[in-house]
């Protein structure tokens, strides 16, 4: 296998809609799923085309109750194009013999190629080669290539390209209960000789979208005259051109389309300007060529070179690869310019609805190292939603600002109130919801994509705000125990929802939860620290405009020394209070009986039982803290909070909720192999090369074909980026600590910090950085406490026992 080049070598009806997934094409403003031209939505087929923040809200009846969902719309489909061999039927890869059988994704231009030979019921022999793409720097354009030859026959064939309105959010087999029906028709045309465009609105939010497709066809490199037949319904057209095959003479489809909505810039009206976009575009060579121009400068700043001592170290060089693509197919730099977030499950299918959780926390990251500027946007996102964030607050009862556990188009909460188990097809109350620890991982990101950048501005007129709000609402929800002296924070969740209430207790919320509380204590420090990195006018300005007293930052500050965080047995960190009073499982029982138990909460619904009773976790909570902090910062928090933090705290703990947890979510994994990664790299990259066989194996049985797990995705390419070099952003300075597990024998990445520009090679004897480009006054390094300045165009080779060493941006 090429490590730029995902491929299938047969044709497998049952994985057909995991592969659409896995080989999606996107350019950050849209995407496309990777079915087959000719498929439609059925068992084993799902086409797909989504936008970024193309929202619309509907109401359905569940169970006797009205339910508002909003979901990313499933958008007319731009792809369709069928081939009839003969008056009766079109071509289907079912009804043929299939010869041989290629299709793969090359990353490295972002092209999904498709070639397929068969033999069809009257013994024809023919070949169909496809190439698509969506293009990365036209973001409105796509463009489909296809390529028909007989090989040993000659006749009539018929070519219908068409544009599909008529199409529905049925993706997700447990939202079938759920109203999908999003698009109401506005119309459909011819548009001159080659053309056709469609234009149809969301029901709700009244989104316009226009698609326009060209059609032409070509032999021997020249245009043939093939005029077509055009047929229309209410949501599509058609056209069908009538067509003689030769043997051995390709006859050549290119199909051009343009996607526009009312919410583009500078443009009249969308269709319009869908029209007026492929009367220009050029041909699909042209359009690869600059296509495949922007993903080469993408790769440059974002490609991993491994080394490794495995045998298949090409196939997980591919996957972190694949993973790198569909990180950009979803948040490029298209995003720059656009209003959105990024979706848990990324612009590949209609998984949680296309809502935005906090799986910034492990996305950001790398790009904060790699191309910040499309961080800094993602985070306007939520800043657009501050408004609402106080709404919630308000509503609540609280101060600052409450940002949703699930995010859309608006920023009020999406959560959806019930939840579908499909082992039981029970519907039961959803209280996920109550994860306010997304507040604390927006805090966190702002904060550290300033430490990445030392982007003043954004901190000053953005993210400080934010900050300050987040902080402030920590303050407010944190209630005082005179007995205890002591602030608790109650009536939460953690990410593990496998625990959303006490079992004898009628309302939902766990207390004292204890990633919750560092965090909340981390960002009121953080706030506090504010008043050091702003100008002196704009920080008076901001607490003048949010109306900070003095005596409210003293109130911080003695919450943030004074949140009470639980323990038991030997210096174990509870997950929340009580944890240790719940029931142990039988774990062999149940992988006895069920095999998979990762989703331990829907077997015990099932078997009428509550995951709530017992001491299981779908992803440890506790070892979160080990995977945002290193020890060095958590003995630092604990001991702000008057706690001890002994050295061994890290591995018991580890140790213990490792022994409990079920790795329900993909994070999981990714997490668990953080936090081993100096303890235990042999375990550390076993743990990784699960975590990135999460989507490509699709080990959770059928959940990476309804959209791919975009945080998985970029938290292994974060493995590989900063867990075992040990680079670390803290206090202006980029630190290094390698920490490379033997199977991992070499590394060169390339990194941006703070307008700097470098290179990094790392082995397991020693360091090598090159400096690309740097200001006049260069770097300075710092290794074993003497300074080192470096130029651009300089490299400095370091041994392994000279680390850490640090880079300061100084």
Request: net charge negative; glycine share 8%; with cysteine.
């Amino acid at each position: 296998m090429s490590e730029w080049h995902w491929h299938y070598d047969h044709y497998d009806p049952a994985q057909e809609r995991l592969r659409e997934a896995l080989c999606t094409l996107g350019n950050g403003y849209f995407a496309t799923r990777g079915a087959a031209p000719e498929a439609a939505a059925n068992t084993h087929h799902y086409p797909g085309t989504y936008l970024a923040g193309g929202y619309d809200r509907l109401e359905s009846q569940v169970q006797g109750r009205v339910v508002e969902s909003e979901d990313l719309v499933n958008l007319p489909n731009w792809l369709p194009l069928r081939i009839g061999l003969d008056h009766d039927h079109w071509l289907t890869l079912d009804a043929v013999e299939i010869l041989d059988y290629h299709q793969h994704l090359d990353m490295r231009d972002g092209v999904l190629h498709r070639d397929v030979s068969f033999r069809d019921a009257e013994g024809r022999t023919t070949r169909l080669c496809q190439r698509r793409l969506v293009h990365m720097a036209q973001r409105h354009l796509a463009a489909l290539e296809t390529e028909l030859t007989a090989l040993d026959w000659s006749g009539a064939v018929t070519v219908e390209s068409a544009l599909d309105g008529g199409v529905s959010n049925a993706g997700v087999e447990r939202y079938q209960g759920l109203d999908g029906h999003h698009l109401e028709p506005l119309g459909n045309a011819a548009v001159g000789e080659d053309g056709m465009w469609l234009r149809t609105r969301t029901r709700q939010s009244r989104l316009e979208i226009a698609l326009a497709a060209r059609t032409r066809i070509y032999r021997d490199g020249r245009r043939l005259d093939a005029e077509p037949t055009l047929t229309q319904t209410d949501d599509s057209i058609a056209q069908r051109f009538c067509l003689h095959l030769e043997p051995d003479r390709p006859v050549l489809v290119e199909k051009i389309a343009a996607l526009y909505t009312s919410r583009d810039r500078a443009i009249s009206e969308c269709g319009m300007a869908a029209r007026a976009a492929i009367g220009t575009a050029p041909r699909f060579d042209d359009l690869l060529a600059g296509h495949a121009r922007l993903w080469h400068h993408l790769w440059e700043r974002f490609d991993l070179e491994l080394t490794l001592a495995e045998d298949d170290g090409a196939r997980t060089a591919a996957i972190l690869h694949l993973h790198l693509f569909h990180l950009l197919a979803t948040a490029s730099p298209q995003v720059m310019d656009l209003d959105v977030g990024v979706p848990a499950r990324g612009l590949h299918g209609e998984a949680y609805r296309g809502h935005i959780f906090w799986d910034e926390l492990f996305i950001f990251p790398t790009l904060n190292l790699r191309l910040p500027e499309i961080t800094r946007s993602l985070l306007r996102y939520r800043y657009r939603r501050l408004p609402a964030a106080r709404a919630a607050a308000r509503a609540a009862g609280l101060r600052g600002a409450m940002y949703p556990w699930q995010s859309g188009s608006d920023g009020r909460e999406e959560s959806q109130q019930l939840h579908l188990n499909p082992r039981s097809g029970h519907w039961t109350p959803d209280e996920t919801h109550l994860q306010r620890h997304v507040n604390s991982a927006i805090a966190y990101n702002v904060w550290h994509y300033f430490q990445a950048t030392g982007d003043t501005e954004f901190l000053s007129f953005y993210g400080a705000e934010m900050l300050l709000e987040i902080a402030r609402f920590w303050a407010s929800k944190a209630t005082h125990s005179q007995t205890l002296e002591r602030y608790e924070i109650k009536g939460v969740v953690g990410p593990d929802e496998f625990h959303t209430r006490y079992p004898d207790r009628g309302e939902p919320g766990l207390d004292n939860h204890a990633y919750t509380t560092l965090l909340a204590a981390w960002v009121l420090r953080r706030a506090l620290d504010l008043r050091h990195h702003l100008p002196r006018e704009r920080w008076d300005e901001l607490v003048e405009q949010l109306g900070i007293s003095d005596d409210e930052l003293a109130h911080w500050d003695t919450v943030s020394r004074r949140l009470r965080v639980c323990f038991h047995g030997d210096g174990i960190i509870s997950q929340f209070e009580g944890f240790e009073r719940l029931e142990e499982l039988d774990w062999q029982a149940y992988r006895d009986k069920y095999g998979d138990i990762q989703r331990l909460d829907r077997i015990l619904e099932a078997e009428g039982e509550s995951v709530n009773r017992y001491q299981v976790t779908k992803q440890a909570d506790v070892l979160m803290l080990f995977y945002l902090f290193s020890a060095e910062e958590l003995a630092e928090l604990f001991e702000h909070l008057g706690y001890d933090f002994e050295p061994d705290l890290i591995p018991r703990n580890v140790a213990h909720y490792g022994a409990r947890t079920s790795h329900g979510s993909t994070l999981s994994r990714v997490v668990d192999a953080w936090v081993l990664a100096r303890s235990d790299r042999r375990g550390s990259w076993s743990l990784f090369t699960e975590a990135i066989e999460s989507d490509v194996a699709d080990i959770q049985g059928g959940t990476t074909s309804e959209g791919i797990h975009l945080g998985a995705m970029a938290g292994t390419v974060d493995l590989i980026q900063r867990c075992y070099t040990g680079i670390e952003v803290r206090g202006g300075r980029l630190w290094l600590n390698p920490c490379l597990p033997d199977e991992l024998t070499g590394l060169r990445i390339r990194l941006r910090f703070r307008g700097r520009s470098l290179a990094l090679s790392v082995d397991q004897r020693r360091i090598e950085l090159h400096v690309i480009s740097a200001p006049a006054d260069g770097i300075r390094l710092k290794v074993a406490g003497e300074p080192v300045r470096l130029g651009a165009g300089e490299r400095y080779d370091l041994p392994l026992e000279h680390t850490p060493c640090c880079i300061d941006a100084g």
